[in-house]
């Protein structure tokens, strides 16, 4: 029978008509008192209640199924020269439903057929009934998908001499949190002429060739139940503030700088006078780097300063402390392996100085007197938050998990957070960690640093400052970023540094453009020789793609690196070789009237 085939058939389970009133009063009865109003979390649960009855012939059936939603208002208010480019507050539901079929050890998942099991939208009306509908002809859609994919599966297997005997998915304890729902308070008008003032500030700077102040407020309530008993019901809210400035260097090469405040909450943002205050310095930044010259090749130490080590931590372990599983695949078929973790296989080895400890803890709320984005109390799979040590005194000893097995790591420890591929889910950054037992006075790391220069005989040693990261990069420095890797056999790198500084023996400093890292990855960390003793810390929107580009990925979710300020003993850098931008013909026009 083909898939296509399936589109006329109605699962007998969900041919007969709804549940009368009565059985959904029974049915909803297991809602906790502060949750009987929320039609949306009484839809879920009746209609999951209803859907574990699935099954099209002698087929597999469900063994496991999960009701998500984001109930999400999101404000977007932006600005460019005092002028408003948008102002949008939208209201919307975006479900994702997952039916697996067969059982824990094996299932329709981990295989080049599994598809990612998203939704349409949902109606934003609490209409119990239309609510109910939708979860029902999504189901049935995606339960037909599922038989398909299990048997494919089983057929591609077939092929494989030694297929991978690891379960497909590990169970989890059910999980009962219904917190109050929270709505988003915005005095959109104040905040439309904040956003304005703001962004009028680069008027007073004519290099600044093109900039934007950008507000993004939301406050979504998750909502998840599943057939293992869990049910959740949480708020979670971001605000977001991003600052950008633009400008071209007399060679035309493009010159850059951002900031981006991230907090749980629109209080917590700096005020109006604060917020100017970095608009201003993101437009002297945009001037100074007008003028710099060009970054030469370098091999040497490299001070990190606070915000730019917590950029870099969030780069290079973003990727080294999760695992990927290959999916099934015929061997024909099998897909281009992505890059696996450059600590994948360093389980229980040294990746870094005795000195050094990162741990996840996505339990803290608050660290150093500032709030953390990167707390939750759940993750998207149902599972609770859990602290993690990932790396205890330079040894590797754990990895971020869902609830995908991989090796010989069977559990989650609750960081499933963005959709993944081929069915699962990808594990992500809570709060990381990352702490010195040894540590260096903050105002005594350049004079370190100079003392690396000195003793190495160099002409000069590097300091960064701030990374573009999250990257705000064009189509062309990612071009150029992509050549380089090329360059160097497809390795890892991470993005420019916005603000670097050569740093001479006698203590001056010279501001530099265009410089780029060569290869560079976690495996850089064992070159560590130094942490400050003052902790950074760095909230963001993660989207969990390459450089973390805003905007790039549907999903995204948020974390926080806390770090010290970190000198690393021998680091590759330049800059890449790229056809610069041609100046504009005619000057800009006028930015203060005449």
């Known amino acids: 029978m083909t898939a296509r085939s399936w589109a006329s058939l109605i699962l007998t389970a969900f041919a007969a008509s709804f549940p009368s009133a009565s059985q959904t009063v029974r049915a909803s009865a297991n809602i906790s008192t502060g949750a009987q109003n929320d039609a949306l979390f009484r839809s879920m649960l009746d209609e999951l209640a209803r859907a574990k009855t699935l ?15 984001n109930d999400s208002e999101q404000a977007v208010i932006a600005a460019s020269l005092g002028g408003l480019t948008t102002t949008n507050v939208i209201r919307l539901r975006q479900p994702r439903i997952e039916i697996r079929v067969g059982s824990y050890a094996f299932d329709n998942t981990n295989s080049i057929y599994s598809h990612p099991q998203h939704g349409g939208l949902l109606p934003v009306d609490d209409e119990y009934q239309a609510l109910r509908t939708a979860f029902w002809l999504q189901s049935d859609a995606l339960y037909k998908s599922a038989v398909d994919e299990i048997t494919r599966k089983r057929t591609a297997l077939r092929e494989i001499a030694s297929p991978d005997q690891t379960p497909d998915f590990a169970p989890a304890p059910a999980l009962k949190i219904v917190a109050p729902m929270s709505r988003l308070q915005l005095d959109r008008g104040a905040w439309e002429d904040t956003i304005r003032r703001l962004s009028a500030r680069f008027t007073a700077h004519p290099d600044v060739l093109t900039s934007s102040v950008r507000l993004l407020a939301a406050v979504t309530n998750y909502h998840l139940v599943n057939t293992e008993g869990t049910m959740v019901r949480v708020p979670e809210n971001v605000a977001d503030l991003e600052i950008r400035a633009d400008g071209l260097a007399p060679d035309g090469g493009k010159v850059w700088t951002h900031r981006f405040l991230n907090e749980t909450q629109l209080s917590q943002l700096p005020s109006e006078n604060e917020i100017a205050k970095r608009v201003d310095e993101a437009a002297s930044e945009v001037e100074a780097l007008k003028k710099a010259p060009l970054m030469d090749d370098y091999d040497g130490p490299v001070l990190f300063e606070n915000q730019a080590a917590a950029e870099l931590m969030a780069q290079v372990l973003n990727d080294a402390v999760r695992l990927r599983r290959k999916p099934v ?12 973790s450059v600590w994948a296989s360093r389980l229980d080895t040294r990746v870094a100085p005795d000195w050094l400890t990162i741990i996840d803890d996505p339990t803290r709320q608050t660290a150093f007197g500032k709030g953390l984005a990167g707390f939750y109390e759940v993750d998207d799979e149902g599972v609770s938050a859990a602290k993690v040590t990932l790396v205890q005194n330079g040894v590797l000893k754990a990895f971020l998990m869902t609830r995908q097995p991989i090796r010989t790591f069977t559990a989650s420890n609750g960081h499933g957070r963005l959709p993944g591929t081929y069915g699962g889910e990808t594990p992500v950054i809570g709060n990381l960690f990352i702490q010195a037992s ?22 000069y040693g590097m300091r960064i400052q701030s990374l573009d990261f999250p990257s705000t990069a064009d189509l062309q420095d990612l071009e150029d970023i992509v050549r380089e890797m090329q360059k160097n056999g497809y390795a890892r790198t991470i993005t420019a540094p916005l603000l670097a500084y050569k740093v001479y023996p006698d203590g001056h400093e010279e501001l530099v453009r265009g410089a780029r890292f060569h290869e560079f990855s976690a495996k850089n960390l064992r070159d560590l020789e130094l942490a400050s003793d003052t902790p950074y810390v760095l909230n963001y929107v993660n989207n969990g793609n390459p450089f973390n580009i805003p905007g790039s990925a549907s999903d995204a979710t948020t974390s926080s690196v806390i770090c010290p300020a970190l000198l690393i003993e021998d680091v590759e850098m330049g800059h890449t070789e790229s056809e610069s931008t041609k100046p504009p013909l005619v000057p800009p026009p006028a930015l203060v009237a005449q």
């Not at 099954?55 to 939603?69: A, G, H, T």
């Not at 695949?329 to 696996?340: G, H, I, M, N, V």
């Not at 903050?442 to 004079?447: I, L």
Request: aromatic residues 8%; charged residues 20%; proline residues 10%.
């Open 438 to 459: 040894q540590q260096t006075p903050q105002f005594a790391m350049k004079a370190k640093l100079l003392e690396r220069i000195q003793k190495s005989g160099l002409k």
């Open 329 to 340: 695949a015929p061997p024909e078929s099998a897909p281009r392996s992505a890059l696996d």
């Open 55 to 69: 099954q099209l012939n002698n087929l597999d059936k469900p063994y496991f199924i999960s009701f998500v939603s």
